[in-house]
């Protein structure tokens, strides 16, 4: 998707960005990629599957599942991380 000045790049489900984010691939593809890679600065983090009216990010998407911000917007959720960063709107 062209943005102002730059993009953003989106994989239908069930499919995610590899890990240098040119290119769509299977859950399994990507994680034995990260594996070979031996990823040591992998930004993972938490999708909240909901926010509450409180602003109160709830529902994780699973306890020990670490996702980037990429795959959690565009896949599974509203927000992601430990600060709560709020996902833009799925039309946009």
Do not use: K
Not at 7 to 15: A, G, L, S
Not at 17 to 37: G, T
């Amino acid at each position: 998707m062209n943005t102002d000045g730059s993009y953003m790049c989106f994989c239908t489900h069930p499919m995610v960005l590899d890990l240098n984010s040119n290119r769509c691939v299977f859950p399994i593809e990507e994680a034995e990629e990260r594996e070979a890679a031996q990823l040591v600065d992998y930004h993972g983090g938490v999708c909240w599957q909901a926010v509450t009216e409180s602003m109160t990010c709830t529902r994780p998407l699973a306890p020990h599942i670490d996702t980037t911000y990429t795959e959690c917007c565009c896949l599974h959720g509203e927000a992601w991380g430990m600060d709560c960063a709020l996902c833009p709107p799925r039309d946009t």
